[in-house]
């Protein structure tokens, strides 16, 4: 029997989390993103994609622990802009990071209020936009970040509010 849902966040604590933005900067892209609160207390993660100097790429991600075992998927409920999303698990410790990270990606519909169920079988692992060969199986025991990234040559502004993660 599985357990029953647990709340990742609804953001209400969201001062107390740990949230950076990575967009392609880090390779001299000109991608730009931020994650803020709205006034309904979402997280609204937007922004602008730019594929000039190689850019292509922003992303969202919180650097807090989750132990998902036993768990069988992450249910996000949001409103999207009609474009395609990943939600993004990275396994490690504090310390150490693996470099990989899995990824389920997700369509959205423009204005739309949604809930995406993303099976935990189906995240793939993933190592700067290409699928590495020698990453081990997800452990779900040792998820050291969560996130959101924007790609795929999506150029332009984009705009994601989330208002709640759960593990079902």
Partial sequence: MSPKPQLITDFSNFSKQKWQIVND??????SES???????GNAVFLGRVSLEN???????KNHETLNLSGFESIRLHLKGDGRRYSFR????????QHPWSYEHRFDT???LW???NLPLNE???TFRGSRPENAPELDLSAIGTFGFLISDKQQ????LEIDKIEAL
């Fill in 25 to 30: 900067d880090v390779m001299g892209g000109l």
């Fill in 34 to 40: 931020s994650l803020q609160i709205n006034y309904d």
């Fill in 54 to 60: 190689n850019g292509g790429f922003a992303s969202v």
């Fill in 89 to 96: 698990l990275q396994t490690g410790s504090k310390q150490y």
């Fill in 109 to 111: 519909e423009k204005d």
């Fill in 114 to 116: 949604m809930e995406v």
């Fill in 123 to 125: 995240f793939t692992a």
């Fill in 156 to 159: 332009g502004e984009f705009r």
